[in-house]
């Protein structure tokens, strides 16, 4: 007995000098943006809150992968934007006014998940309430105090939150997990279960702006009453839409039920702060494009014609983590012949390239912020007439479309310009017959934001200064097209990532080789990966 008292005490001595360890946090990278950054965020935000009123938010949900083990987890862009925080269970509490709590004076509590040497152990560093204190620089508490934390409900005229995540896996044995702070949350603010954010966020804009932008209000009812059958025998919204005049529509207006619950304004404000970026943000912006160049560049030097999709999406990859971007921003896209014409093809299946064009569209993560670099490039080495001809067209429709990226101009107007040059290109070549026809062909938009999302927050108005977009035109011709067959199989899209600014505009990834030339001519140089031979498995 007392040799076994003599083990126990051994291994609580090692447990506890490990979980010492684990708890010490390692130094941030220098890069990392800061907690003034986003204390910053949450001061711009604040000033945009309603007077009384209260902002919450939650982390992002834990994805189970299967069984016991998740996937790698991803801070929701908001959350990490106004926090810095990267842990799952957590809820940000922000005030429009210092608020009485627990006899307090605060305007913000961080929620987060409490150090815990067992699960530290197992899955990593928390931050712990002192750590988020010092690291992030407000006020945290931890997440299991989020259930007895009283919100004044009666003094909060307005209670504002995104959409609350639905798909959220409940841990029956942790009561500060995601689902229970969301449970806890819809309690204490009285949310029913019959609540409807979209029906929150449409009787908000006709309660706001019904009466001073009536036509532009009317016009976006009725296009979300399209995608949404729910919506479209709602008497409130049908009322306003149908007043013949401005008596109708002002009583139609003093109908709609007013709510202290908002599910629509924060999503509005983060959209019109996260498309313009800061200096910080933008320093990032462009590590993660250089990143995400250089492993195009290196794929292009190492493609054969041997190689499968696979192994070119790993060169990629390994290529981005060699240069410190952890994960890539989205799923990456390799796909070699006719399988370049799924737009969004993931699978990577194809176990030789041949001689077929390899679309690559893959963008690398630093530090939170993503690029979105597509190159499209011949699998030998050299572009055959019917590639280079339309390879060529995408080009010169990318560049059309660079030239409209100026301050003031519509967001659709690098797609118009792109889609122009593109219907042109393939009526003179006799793939298509009509210019209407350009859309079978050409399927999708041309830019989208770009930041801590692939497809990153914005307002999709005029071009605003420091904004970043992509600029991605594309031809894809799969195999059955009403073509001449020489062109089936052919897939390209060239994608550059742009910023617009008061003088013009930059292309960010101008490193990845982007002409015919450019590319025949990188692809002849040797790769660094030429000596790199595994052993053959049996």
């Known amino acids: 007995m007392a040799a076994a008292r003599l083990c126990i005490l051994l291994l609580l001595a090692t447990f506890t000098v490990a979980t010492a360890q684990v708890r010490t946090k390692p130094a941030k990278p220098s890069d990392t943006l800061d907690k003034t950054f986003h204390q910053q965020r949450r001061e711009q935000l604040r000033k945009q809150l309603p007077h009384h009123s209260v902002a919450v938010f939650f982390a992002a949900p834990v994805r189970n992968r299967a069984n016991d083990v998740d996937y790698y987890f991803h801070q929701d862009p908001d959350f990490y934007y106004l926090t810095g925080y990267e842990e799952p269970n957590a809820v940000l509490v922000l005030f429009s006014e210092p608020h009485n709590v627990a006899g307090e004076e605060v305007k913000e509590v961080l929620f987060v998940q409490p150090n815990n040497p067992r699960e530290e152990l197992w899955n990593g560093k928390r931050l712990g309430v002192a750590g988020a204190a010092q690291e992030l620089g407000m ?26 995540p639905q798909d959220v896996r409940d841990d029956a044995s942790d009561n500060a997990d995601l689902y229970s702070l969301l449970q806890q949350f819809k309690q204490k603010v009285s949310i029913p279960a019959s609540f409807d954010p979209s029906r929150n966020m449409l009787y908000g804009i006709v309660r706001e702006q019904g009466a001073a932008q009536p036509a532009e209000v009317k016009n976006y009812l009725n296009q979300m009453l399209r995608y949404n059958p729910g919506l479209q025998q709602d008497k409130y919204l049908n009322s306003y839409l149908q007043a013949a005049n401005a008596t109708d529509r002002t009583k139609a207006i003093a109908a709609v039920p007013a709510s202290k619950l908002d599910a629509h304004t924060l999503e509005k404000a983060l959209t019109e702060m996260r498309e ?8 990032l912006l462009r590590k993660a494009v250089k990143i995400s160049c250089l492993g195009q560049v290196e794929v292009m030097k190492a493609m ?4 499968s999709e696979m192994e070119l999406q790993g060169i990629h990859e390994f290529v981005h983590k060699k240069y410190g971007a952890q994960h890539v921003g989205y799923p990456s896209i390799v796909g ?3 399988n370049a014409c799924v737009l969004h093809y993931i699978e990577s299946k194809k176990p030789t390239v041949g001689d077929d064009l390899v679309l690559m569209d ?14 499209t490039i011949p699998a030998n080495g050299k572009f055959t007439k019917e590639q280079k001809q339309l390879y060529e067209l995408v080009l010169k429709a990318q560049q059309a479309g660079f030239e409209q990226c100026k301050v003031g101009n519509s967001f659709q107007a690098p797609g118009v310009a792109a889609q122009q040059i593109i219907a042109d290109g393939l009526l003179k070549l006799g793939i298509i017959k009509d210019k209407a026809d350009v859309r079978r062909y050409f399927p999708h938009g041309t830019s989208h934001y770009l930041g801590l999302d692939v497809h990153d ?12 977009i992509t600029v991605e035109p594309g031809i894809y011709i799969p195999e059955g097209s009403p073509c001449d067959k020489k062109w089936w199989g052919i897939g390209i899209r060239i994608e550059d990532d742009i910023l617009i ?15 015919v030339a450019e590319i025949e001519k990188t692809m002849a140089e040797s790769s660094a990966l030429d000596d790199f031979n595994l052993p053959k498995l049996d």
């Not at 931890?142 to 609350?164: C, M, P, R, S, Y």
């Not at 313009?276 to 320093?283: A, N, R, S, V």
């Not at 927050?457 to 970043?468: L, Q, S």
């Open 276 to 283: 313009i970026k800061t200096p910080e943000e933008l320093q």
């Open 336 to 338: 070699a012949g006719n």
């Open 139 to 164: 006020r945290a508490e931890e997440n299991t105090g989020f259930a007895a934390f009283t919100l004044d409900t009666v003094a909060l005229q307005h209670i504002l939150f995104k959409e609350l």
């Open 457 to 468: 927050a914005g307002t999709y108005g005029a071009f605003k200064p420091n904004t970043v």
């Open 304 to 307: 054969r014609p041997d190689m």
């Open 501 to 515: 600014t008061e003088k013009g505009w930059e292309n960010l990834s101008e490193l990845a080789p982007r002409t």
């Open 362 to 375: 893959v963008g690398a993560e630093y530090k939170g912020y993503t690029a979105d670099v597509t190159r």
